[in-house]
């Protein structure tokens, strides 16, 4: 099956710090969203975004599906943005990647 | 975006019981529906894709006869762990989508069971 491995595992930043946070995946799929897991293990839905770039606030996704990849940017972040980070990707069902999961400290 | 309730957010039950958890769509009709489980700092495993009428699929290793999924409609789907252990404790999430394959997927709240 498909691989979806994403980089890095862990980040830690001080608030207002920039970030970008990838995903790579093993073979052609036909989608691919980004989520935000809170503390709450509530999954936030970020971006949907199986080609091109996409931007909402400070957050902007870019997806590069010929090379088999996605990136997120994070930009000027606040502890409100501390959590998991899961890229998910679909071929005839979607899978999750590994996660990054941030910290940010005041 | 739409709106997916799971039920109930947390549960703790005795071994050998049980458990049924629910995931409705609120605003939209769910025409697939899938099934996560989550240990703790782990990713989301995918344990099975439900269609609405249809029997559900299941992914290697996950016993059909202990998840048990129905998805009756096209707003509710349910997984009910049956004679649970506390080996099945975990972090249970649905998610639903309301075409078919290549649209959004939502998420439901999660819940956590514990069997004690």
């Known amino acids: 099956g498909i691989q979806v491995e994403q980089s890095p595992p862990d980040l830690i930043l001080q608030e207002g710090a920039n970030s970008t946070l990838r995903c790579n995946f093993s073979?052609?799929?036909?989608?691919l969203q980004w989520f935000h897991q809170n503390p709450w293990g509530q999954l936030i839905n970020l971006f949907y975004?199986?080609?091109g770039t996409k931007q909402n606030g400070r957050l902007s996704a870019t997806t590069v599906a010929t090379e088999r990849y996605s990136l997120l940017y994070i930009s000027s972040s606040q502890t409100t943005d501390s959590g998991v980070y899961f890229c998910?990707?679909?071929?005839?069902?979607?899978?999750f990647g590994t996660g990054t999961r941030l910290q940010v400290f005041p | 975006g739409a709106v997916v309730s799971q039920h109930p957010s947390w549960v703790i039950c005795k071994s050998g019981t049980s458990v049924k958890i629910e995931c409705r769509s609120l605003?939209?009709?769910?025409?697939?529906m899938f099934w996560y489980r989550q240990f703790p700092k782990q990713s989301l495993m995918l344990m099975a894709t439900?269609?609405?009428?249809?029997?559900?699929?299941?992914e290697q290793g996950v016993e059909k006869d202990k998840f048990l999924i129905n998805h009756a409609s096209l707003t509710l789907s349910t997984l009910t762990v049956t004679s649970a252990h506390p080996e099945d404790s975990s972090f249970y999430i649905c998610?639903?989508?309301?075409?078919?394959?290549?649209?959004?997927?939502?998420f439901g709240q999660g819940t956590r069971l514990t069997v004690v």
């Open positions: 998610s639903a989508i309301a075409g078919g394959m290549n649209t959004e997927a939502f």
């Open positions: 073979d052609s799929v036909n989608n």
């Open positions: 975004i199986p080609s």
């Open positions: 998910a990707v679909e071929d005839d069902k979607l899978i």
């Open positions: 605003d939209f009709q769910a025409t697939t």
């Open positions: 439900s269609n609405e009428g249809s029997k559900a699929t299941y």
